[in-house]
Nanobody, 116 residues
Framework: QVHLTESGGGLVQPGGSLRLSCAASQTIPHMLLMGWYRQAPGKERELVAS???????NYGASAKGRFTISRDTAENAIYLQMDSLKPEDTAVYYC??????????WGQGTQVTVSS
């Protein structure tokens, strides 16, 4: 079974940047997409950004123009570059893997806090 490990979260001031990483424990056959979701206290989990096996990216409304998703196929990893961070970006950020055959896989999450 594939395991996902996120890293890169932390405390940052408004206007600052963070880069999140998500690494898979093994090569992923039949991958459809990988993505980043986030969940703030009292809110539903929402899409931040995703990237398909073909490299097509998709962004949630809150991420457009400020966040960039990328991947390193050789390292079985995806990244999320977050710029111009706002207090409302504070949440736990989760990595998700969707495959053609089998169940979706979630990482354990990494906390991002934007505060002065």
């Amino acid at each position: 079974q594939v395991h996902l490990t996120e890293s890169g979260g932390g405390l940052v001031q408004p206007g600052g940047s963070l880069r999140l990483s998500c690494a898979a424990s093994q090569t992923i056959p039949h991958m459809l997409l990988m993505g980043w979701y986030r969940q703030a206290p009292g809110k539903e989990r929402e899409l931040v950004a995703s990237i398909s096996s073909g490299g097509v990216t998709n962004y949630g409304a809150s991420a457009k123009g400020r966040f960039t998703i990328s991947r390193d196929t050789a390292e079985n990893a995806i990244y999320l570059q977050m710029d111009s961070l706002k207090p409302e970006d504070t949440a736990v950020y989760y990595c998700k893997l969707v495959v053609l055959i089998g169940s979706d896989t979630w990482g354990q999450g990494t906390q991002v806090t934007v505060s002065s």
